[in-house]
């Protein structure tokens, strides 16, 4: 199975910023992508962003683009969420996911952001 652990979460200030890592172990699915899920009280879960374990161009959500920015390290276990210039309507619980359709989620990490 596969293990995906959210971390870096916590409480800024609007214009500030914070990096999300996620942590993947066990059998990771390197052929799909990774993708950034947010999910505030009240809303539906929102696609956040995606890339691929393998490489190419990260894709986002029209609300994140031009702020956030997702990479992952060399050895290709842990994918990381930049988040600039975080707006109050940011707040939300974050979280990873993987597997050929979403079936694998992390735990999620709390994001607020204060006005």
């Known amino acids: 199975q596969v293990q995906l652990v959210e971390s870096g979460g916590g409480l800024v200030q609007a214009g500030g910023s914070l990096r999300l890592s996620c942590a993947a172990s066990g059998r990771t699915f390197s052929m799909y992508a990774i993708g950034w899920f947010r999910q505030a009280p009240g809303k539906e879960r929102e696609f956040v962003g995606a890339?691929?374990?393998?490489?190419?161009?990260?894709s986002y959500a029209d609300s994140v683009k031009g702020r956030f920015t997702i990479s992952r390290d060399n050895a290709k276990t842990t994918v990381f969420l930049q988040m600039n210039s975080l707006k109050p309507e940011d707040t939300a619980v974050y979280y990873c996911a993987t597997g050929s359709s979403w079936e694998y989620w992390g735990q999620g990490t709390q994001v607020s952001v204060s006005l």
């Open positions: 890339i691929r374990w393998s490489g190419g161009n990260p």
